[in-house]
């Protein structure tokens, strides 16, 4: 499958400037390419210089909003990323419409956090401009969570979030979710490290991209995953994971092909890959409320059989009864068996569902605030009316 991935904001470039770097690992080691175009649009001039491996034109990295912020972002006010969005679309699709082998891209991901300001205001803008301007082609939606600390701390964060996951899912194919927190709850250290974030965020697309994209005969799985599995999978709040087990399930010269033992143990990997997998999920979600998935196994070819797609996707359905499954093999890894997940059309997330009654006691205390200061700045006002003043009320700034 290949994507047009566009980064909105500074998380969403640097996550998009990831995406580029896998671009790039695919084509030296496997020869394919799974990313035809990487972008990142922002109104913040510094956060477009700090990548690494977008090209520097002005037509990948995209200044928007200059006029109305100089060049120095939107202060965390996503109404206003979403009205510069909507003057700059222009300037944005045209630098889309020139990516190279654009006809053969299957879909577009936009990427963006949904606490920030820029990102999280023009992602629903421009999922839904480009939406209508290719109406053929996918348009999903890759949505970083904040951390915990940040809910807490900055105010502009629950409101942010709870609008940008409203209005993405009500324009986007799909929305994948990433928890900031899960990452950091996994390895501490990662606090502080957002490439590294990225870098796991991004990883699990590797096969699950590259697997449709193969041409030679011995990397081509007896069932493939292929970019029309993945489409007819994607809707709604969606999550990724991967699991990987080394391998060594060695076979000895004198060891018998077809031995019951070694059967047992290649089931017992998939299994153990497929329980890893699971466990890393970008977002905390129920199996039971999982309306699609789709997997792909990868491993030396030997290692694989029909049988063990088989029971990973029996296991896969015992776990999620509820869901449409597709899988498939991609005979490519030395030495590990991995597991790629996708689980979509997922009807409950509690992370999601958090945000909205959060946003109304905000607003409740928001409302509250602004009133008890208003009243402070009369009894203020009313104090000193009787003092003249030197200017005219007019020429004051606001
Ligand atoms: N995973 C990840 N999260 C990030 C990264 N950079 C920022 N964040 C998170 O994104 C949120 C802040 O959003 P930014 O992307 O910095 O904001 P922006 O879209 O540039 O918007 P403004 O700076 O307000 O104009 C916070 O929740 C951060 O934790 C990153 O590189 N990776
Ligand atoms: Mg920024």
Same mark, same amino acid.
């Given at each position: 499958m290949k994507l047009v991935v566009v980064g909105l904001g500074q998380c969403g470039g640097r996550i998009a400037d990831e995406f580029a770097r896998l671009n790039k690992r695919a084509e030296s080691r =496997?020869?394919?390419?799974?990313?035809?175009g990487a972008y990142a649009v922002n109104s913040d001039e510094a956060d477009l210089t700090g990548l690494g491996t977008i090209p520097p034109d002005y037509q990948h990295r995209i200044l928007m909003g200059g006029r109305r912020t100089i060049g120095h972002g939107v202060g965390k006010v996503n109404k206003l990323a979403a009205e510069i969005a909507k003057e700059s679309a222009d300037k944005i699709i045209d630098a889309l419409r020139v990516t190279p082998r654009f006809y053969e891209t299957d879909a577009f991901l936009l990427v963006a956090s949904a606490a920030g300001g820029t990102g999280s205001g023009s992602l629903p803008v421009i999922t839904e401009i480009i939406k209508r301007r290719y109406t053929i082609k996918p348009v999903y939606a890759l949505l970083v969570l904040p951390f915990e600390h940040e809910e807490q701390a900055e105010s502009h964060c629950i409101t942010n979030t709870a609008t940008c996951l409203k209005s993405v899912h009500s324009v986007a194919d799909a929305v994948f979710l990433a928890d900031n927190q899960r990452y950091v709850r996994r390895d501490g250290t990662l606090i502080n490290n957002m490439n590294e974030i990225n870098r796991q965020i991004v990883a699990p697309f590797y096969n699950l991209l590259c697997a449709g994209e193969e041409t030679r005969r011995k990397y081509i799985g007896a069932r493939v995953v292929d970019a029309g599995d993945i489409i007819q999978t994607l809707g709604g709040w969606t999550t990724i994971g991967f699991g990987t087990l080394p391998l060594n399930l060695r076979r000895l010269?004198?060891? =018998?092909? =077809?031995s019951f033992r070694k059967k047992g143990a290649e089931t017992h990997v998939a299994l153990q890959a497929m329980d890893e997998a699971l466990c890393e999920l970008s977002v905390d979600i129920r199996p039971a409320d999982v309306g699609s998935a789709v997997y792909v196994l990868s491993a030396p070819a030997k290692e694989m059989s029909m049988d063990g797609i088989k029971e990973t996707g029996d296991y896969l359905k015992h776990l999620a009864p509820n869901a449409v499954i597709r899988g498939g093999d991609y005979p490519r890894e030395k030495g590990e068996f991995s597991i790629t997940m996708v689980l979509s059309q997922i009807c409950d997330v509690d992370r999601v569902k958090g945000y909205y009654p959060r946003l109304k006691e905000f607003n409740h205390v928001l409302e509250r605030t602004q009133k008890e200061t208003a009243a402070k700045i009369k009894v203020q006002e009313m104090a000193w009316a009787d003092v003249p003043v030197l200017v005219t009320k007019g020429n004051r700034r606001h």
């Open positions: =496997r020869g394919l390419q799974i990313v035809t010269p004198f060891e =018998r092909k =077809r």
